[in-house]
């Protein structure tokens, strides 16, 4: 038999198994309350203006263009809508600056093509979200920790690139409701950010899949808005912004966005082309016909939802997490981020936790690049009830409390 181990590229080595991946299996098990799965829920999806959308579409003259190849850059009607979002968000684009993928995972993968090669550094925050460490993984680079909290020089990450045989390439951040923490950058940050980049005359990859879940709270500009008005027009900026309907609209349809300068949209093209040619034309009609019907009434529902089940997260987990257990408190996205006590290892309780209190969540070192983190984990309010909220919590509370109370 063929040696396959033997022949792989040096890249298949940091190919890894995702652990939410793993997780989301444990959805089928009707005994588990899970609050692993990073996933919107299904009940608020708008199934019936996706039903008329396609049928509408196959119904039409437009039947044949749906089912038929169709242009790299993506759906025209489609493009020009997000062409106006980006322009209401201060944003200069136009159809030219915009580049659809098959979800903003597609876009994360290639852009690590783009921009990575073996041994660059990417720099990303600790802990950052796992879909883009297994999509830049794949092209063999560096990590350094991105802190805006610290005041690390723009040089700093220069020398530590350059005494590693690499130089710095792109910060990837989420600006708006980060997964895994829920957390935000700060109008200081987002300007540190951008300074830190010109220093250093690198891209930024801003990752915005969660930025239409906000729940309360001030709406911060885009990380891109701000480049564009600092640098004048958005053919001069270094950000490339990702956007998603995913966590809005669907996620089984695999639409997303990049918005961008041309000279990057253009290499975008030519790395689809070589990969999928283009992204399902009759999803993307369909996206945007449900967009353009009612894009903002599907956001108010959804964040009205979002916000009662986050609310109950955070009033559950202040009611049963014993002294010594901390967590963010997001002004939106998906998630919380507990912090527990240093001599807890998330993983490991993962597994107890799964047997003895049927509670699922995500251990925090996989969202690091170092693989550190171990006494964080990461909580989804998304999909479940108030009432399996505040069950879960209380199961999980009794749990870690059990853990402290045998080291004590």
């Known amino acids: 038999m063929l040696d396959w181990e033997a022949i792989y590229a040096t890249r298949a080595k940091r190919m890894g198994a995702s652990e939410i991946r793993e997780l989301l299996k444990l959805l089928d098990q009707p005994d588990i309350i899970s609050f692993a799965g990073g996933i919107p829920d299904p009940a608020l999806f708008p199934a019936a203006a996706f039903q008329k959308a396609y049928s509408d579409i196959l119904g039409s003259s437009e039947a044949g263009q749906a089912l038929q190849y169709s242009v790299s850059e993506g759906y025209g009607r489609l493009r020009e ?163 998603s309907f995913s966590k809005t609209l669907s996620p089984g349809l695999r639409v997303g966005w990049v918005c961008a300068a041309t000279p990057v949209i253009r290499r975008l093209v030519l790395a689809k082309q070589a990969a999928d040619l283009h992204s399902p034309t009759i999803n993307q009609m369909a996206i945007a016909r449900v967009a353009e019907a009612g894009f903002d009434a599907q956001a108010e529902k959804i964040t009205a939802v979002y916000r009662e089940r986050r609310d109950a997260m955070l009033n559950a987990l202040s009611a049963h997490m014993p002294q010594g257990v901390s967590w963010t408190k997001p002004e939106g996205g998906m998630f919380v981020w507990l912090t527990l006590p240093e001599h807890i290892d998330s993983a490991a309780l993962l597994k107890e936790s799964l047997k003895e209190a049927k509670v699922a969540f995500v251990p925090g070192n996989a969202f690091y690049a170092d693989g550190s983190g171990k006494n964080h984990l990461r909580l989804s309010f998304s999909c479940s009830t108030p009432g399996a909220i505040e069950e879960g919590m209380r199961r999980l509370g009794a749990l870690i409390g059990s853990e402290l109370a045998a080291a004590a």
């Open 81 to 243: 809508w997000i062409v106006q979002r980006m322009n209401a968000r201060g944003i200069d684009a136009d159809i030219g600056n915009i580049f659809i993928t098959s979800g903003s995972q597609q876009a994360l993968d290639y852009l690590g093509k783009l921009l990575l090669s073996p041994g660059d550094t990417a720099l990303v925050q600790w802990p950052t979200y796992l879909g883009a460490l297994q999509a830049f993984n794949a092209y063999e680079p560096r990590y350094d920790r991105l802190d805006l909290s610290r005041n690390a020089a723009p040089q700093d990450y220069a020398t530590a690139a350059k005494d590693a045989g690499s130089r710095v390439k792109f910060a990837y951040l989420s600006a708006d409701f980060s997964n895994p923490t829920g957390e935000c950058l700060t109008p200081m940050e987002r300007e540190k950010l951008l300074d830190m980049a010109d220093a250093l005359d690198i891209a930024v990859i801003e990752d915005a899949a969660y930025r239409a879940l906000r729940y309360e709270g001030e709406r911060q500009q885009t990380l891109l808005a701000i480049d564009c008005a600092r640098s004048g027009g958005i053919e001069k900026t270094r950000t490339l912004y990702c956007g």
